[in-house]
């Protein structure tokens, strides 16, 4: 019974390296996924455009929406479209 002892320590703190090990990894992983996310990774940052869209007011006066209205730029709206279908027809 007494050589048994040894080896089912052996093996439990086996079990317990590993999980220690998955946890840094899963830690490692999660905090580059938020550094990535900080430094603009999904989207890439911001562009003019969306730095125009963030300028505008939060006025529900009638005035107010339509001179949002009149200072957003959507002539490059049909540009993106035609780059992202000609992305996808690859």
Do not use: C
């Not at 992983?29 to 963030?54: C, N």
């Not at 200072?71 to 709206?77: F, N, P, Q, R």
């Amino acid at each position: 019974m007494e050589m048994n002892q040894p080896m089912m320590q052996s093996g439990s703190s086996q079990k317990n390296m590993w999980m220690w090990l998955v946890i840094g990894a899963v830690v490692i992983v999660a905090l580059a996924a938020v550094w990535w996310f900080w430094q603009g990774g999904v989207l890439g940052g911001e562009d003019a455009g969306t730095a125009m869209l963030e300028k505008q007011g939060t006025s529900d006066e009638v005035e107010a929406i339509d001179a949002d209205l009149q200072a957003t730029d959507l002539e490059d709206l049909d540009a993106e479209t035609d780059a992202i279908d000609a992305e996808l027809a690859r």
